[in-house]
T-cell receptor
Framework: QQPVQSPQAVILREGEDAVINCSSS?????VHWYRQKHGEAPVFLMI?????EQKGHEKISASFNEKKQQSSLYLTASQLSYSGTYFC???????????FGQGTRLTINP | KAGVTQTPRYLIKTRGQQVTLSCSPI?????VSWYQQTPGQGLQFLFE???????NKGNFPGRFSGRQFSNSRSEMNVSTLELGDSALYLC???????????FGDGTRLSIL
């Protein structure tokens, strides 16, 4: 049931774009995205519901492909503050449980 | 508005002992979830409580248990501790499972 994230890690220069993917083998009801900085707790970014799309931040957006049971997180013109580990969490249709992927470590260099 | 509070922040135990971790959710949040985080393993779901009832459980042995009180505060208990239980244990509260989760700073448990 655990969603699969890719890539596992990515290194970028400031100003470059990044895409993080999250896929499930089960039909999804919703996808959540969180960011965890080193030594801190995960912080909520956004939720995407079946049939809709929600943007949580100006340069961070996400899509939800219901046919493929996939979600992608887009980070545009990345800033140093975007560094951290990004987790997607999924709620499978019919299940009342949020399960997280293994995370994607994003490093932004000057 | 006060955030999620977890106590204690750090714990050192030896194998075979038991431990109780505490989580105070944000006021008004009835859902409390517990996660185990280890390097490279992401956030492993332990269980979720809603209005004092365990609504979901992850794939952890019965040594891991929890409960939720009428004020939504939650405790997690681990009995007969093993070396592999060393991890950061995170608690998250929300209005419901499909709402934004607010995480506490976690309890770092080390087993010697």
């Amino acid at each position: 049931q655990q969603p699969v994230q890719s890539p596992q890690a990515v290194i970028l220069r400031e100003g470059e774009d990044a895409v993080i993917n999250c896929s499930s083998s089960k039909a999804l009801y919703s996808v959540h995205w969180y960011r965890q900085k080193h030594g801190e707790a995960p912080v909520f970014l956004m939720i995407l519901l079946k049939g809709g799309e929600q943007k949580g931040h100006e340069k961070i957006s996400a899509s939800f492909n219901e046919k493929k049971q996939q979600s992608s997180l887009y980070l545009t013109a990345s800033q140093l503050s975007y560094s951290g580990t990004y987790f997607c969490g999924t709620v499978i249709q019919g299940a009342q449980k949020l399960v997280f992927g293994q995370g994607t470590r994003l490093t932004i260099n000057p | 508005k006060a955030g999620v509070t977890q106590t204690p922040r750090y714990l050192i135990k030896t194998r075979g002992q038991q431990v109780t971790l505490s989580c105070s959710p944000i006021s008004g949040h009835r859902s409390v979830s517990w996660y185990q985080q280890t390097p490279g393993q992401g956030l492993q779901f332990l269980f979720e409580y809603f209005s004092e009832t365990q609504r979901n459980k992850g794939n952890f042995p019965g040594r891991f248990s929890g409960r939720q009180f009428s004020n939504s505060r939650s405790e997690m208990n681990v009995s007969t501790l093993e070396l592999g239980d060393s991890a950061l244990y995170l608690c998250a509260s929300s209005r419901d499972y499909n709402q934004p989760q607010h995480f506490g700073d976690g309890t770092r448990l080390s087993i010697l």
